[in-house]
């Protein structure tokens, strides 16, 4: 890039997704994460006059963005995704047709060195989506103690040595000296990790696991999924894209618990409830896509359709 920093935001498995979310052009829909408005202006693009579109950012960029979308059809929620249910009921907004989940992180997010998000540039140690609330990954490494940090890194990052990345982050605080940057950081790590995976900085691991930490993006996931569950009505669709391995864990569970019927074993003779979700598609970006844009080389897109009568 010649120095430059590139702010430009490709958007992951973008007529895949659109594709398997939209099958009412009337209907009302979700896309959970706005981002730069690139599922959400496709998804514009699919729907009729009377199709209406709710997207939800914590991002106060991303909802500046957004204010280039002058349709009547559209609005947007400056909160997580979490927050579905109670957007929905205070917009009159009943049943939805389909809910879109694209988890993450933007690449103007990751190209943006004042956000903190990424190893690459040196920056403030920040992290956080929404910028006006909330703690900072280097506020949180500041006053954590040694366990807290080292189950952070370990359990959101799977990160071998989260224990003596711990320790070292805390002996660096102890010593006056607080890592406060992402350099900062990115060097403790360094000099922390034994051994590095194959092409893989030895930072990555860490840096996943503060932000998700920061963001507090697990518990949203699985909030937003039982809010999405709730409000999809029979044939409604669920599209999500996760990038590792945390999230798609999550949303395959979500998808294979609520696929099947089971028994209640304290009331064995009840008649056996019917399952919410019917699982339909797992995809993959295509090799010219991951030719063209790296980062979707580990993306997933999962799709499920609703069943029976919405809880």
């Given at each position: ?24 052009p ?24 009377r ?8 991002d106060p ?12 059809r ?28 694209d ?24 992290m ?80 996943q ?103």
């Open positions: 890039m010649n120095g430059e920093v590139s702010r430009q935001h490709r958007t992951v498995l973008l007529h895949e997704a659109v594709d398997a979310l939209v099958h009412d009337d209907g009302q829909y979700v896309d959970g994460t706005f981002g730069r408005g690139g599922h959400s202006s496709l998804l514009l693009s699919r729907l009729s006059e199709g209406r579109l709710l997207a939800f950012d914590k960029e991303a909802i500046a963005a957004s204010t280039r979308v002058q349709d009547p559209f609005a947007i929620e400056h909160d997580s995704f979490a927050g579905m249910s109670r957007a929905c009921a205070e917009r009159g907004i009943e049943r939805l047709d389909g809910v879109l989940l988890l993450g992180v933007s690449s103007p997010q990751i190209d943006t060195p004042e956000r903190g998000f990424s190893f690459r540039f040196d920056g403030p140690l920040d956080r989506m929404d910028t006006t609330r909330g703690e900072s990954a280097a506020d949180f490494l500041a006053r954590a103690d040694e366990r807290q940090i080292a189950e952070v890194i370990r359990n959101y990052g799977e990160e071998r040595f989260a224990v003596s990345i711990a320790k070292a982050l805390v002996a660096r605080r102890q010593s006056g000296s607080p890592v406060r940057t992402t350099a900062e950081l990115s060097q403790l790590v360094a000099r922390s990790v034994k051994t590095r995976e194959a092409g893989q900085d030895p930072a990555t691991r860490t840096f696991a503060l932000r998700i930490h920061v963001n507090a993006e697990l518990e949203e996931l699985e909030q937003g999924l039982e809010a999405a569950l709730a409000l999809l009505k029979p044939g409604g669709r669920l599209v999500v894209i996760s990038f590792h391995s945390l999230e798609d864990r999550i949303v395959k569970q979500f998808i294979v618990r609520h696929s099947r019927s089971e028994i209640d074993r304290r009331a064995p003779f009840a008649p056996v409830p019917e399952p919410k979700l019917k699982a339909l598609a797992r995809i993959k970006p295509g090799d010219a896509e991951v030719a063209g844009n790296p980062r979707a080389r580990s993306a997933v897109l999962r799709v499920a359709e609703r069943t029976g009568a919405p809880a």
